[in-house]
């Protein structure tokens, strides 16, 4: 498939499409005028990646899809859930996979290997820790507040800005010459967290101070905010598994897809302190 006329009225599913990966794929593509749906639970037709039931409806004349899990592809079944979506997809018409997956994850990677065996065109994405986490997620409050506690410790890791996944993404379903890649998204220099606080703070001209705790110090403040239990399995298994120091090396999959560098966390802080979100 190539950028030909014919190709910009291909209907692309973007899974999470309110996401901060999906939502950003979905603009792009729209600024391309390219058809998009929305594959969310307030999507038109709603998808849901726990309703089975949702998935056929909203593949209907799809020709490419952006797959992003809920809530991760570390979760147990996620791969077998990629697996049925995958061959149901293939089976209507999907010409054209995107996987967003997570680096250093071994659950993420028999995902990875459902898409590299799909028998259609594919491309994976992936990614380090979101530099979009500290401002459009769970640690937008505690950052807010002036102080972030987890329980990771000097480990580095090469935070990556979620524009530049989208556009890598976007590349990936619109252009040729990304077919069987593997893209290993990071940017461009390793951080530990209390380095990256410290360029929020800096950014914002605020105190904003890093803790570090025990997992089970963490595990406990989470029960406190009554998160749910899987929820809170989840963020003790990134924390102590994936932030073990296993990536704490760059990737240069933004360099290889785009031809450009990487956007550094300094660029992603300023940004974001301009538009105010992080004011206490």
Known sequence: ??????????LTLVLGGTGKTGGRVA????????????????????????????????????TSAYLSFYPDLAVPGAADAIRSFTDLAVRHGVRRLVLLSGRGE?????????????????TI????????????????????GGELVLPVGDVGEPFVDTDDIADVAV?????????????EVTGPRLLTFAEAVGEIAAATGRDVRF??????????????????????ALLTYLFTEVLDGRNAHLGDGVERALARPARDFRDYARSTA????WAG
């Open 211 to 232: 803790r570090s705790v025990t997992i089970e110090e963490y595990a406990g403040m989470l029960a406190e905010y009554q998160l749910p239990a899987d929820e809170v």
């Open 1 to 10: 498939m190539t950028e030909h006329e014919h190709d910009k009225t291909a």
């Open 274 to 277: 301009s538009t105010g979100v």
């Open 27 to 62: 603009e792009r593509l729209t600024a391309r005028h390219r058809p998009v749906r929305i594959g969310s639970r307030s999507g038109e037709p709603p998808f849901d990646w726990a309703d089975r039931a949702s998935w056929a409806p909203a593949l209907h004349g799809v």
């Open 171 to 183: 590349a990936a379903l619109t252009e040729d010459g990304h077919t069987g890649q593997l893209y």
């Open 106 to 122: 071994e659950e993420a990677q028999l995902s990875e290997e459902v898409i590299m065996n799909s028998g259609v065109q594919w």
């Open 125 to 144: 994405v992936r990614a380090s820790w979101f530099n979009q986490n500290f401002s459009e997620g769970h640690l937008l409050d505690p950052v807010r």
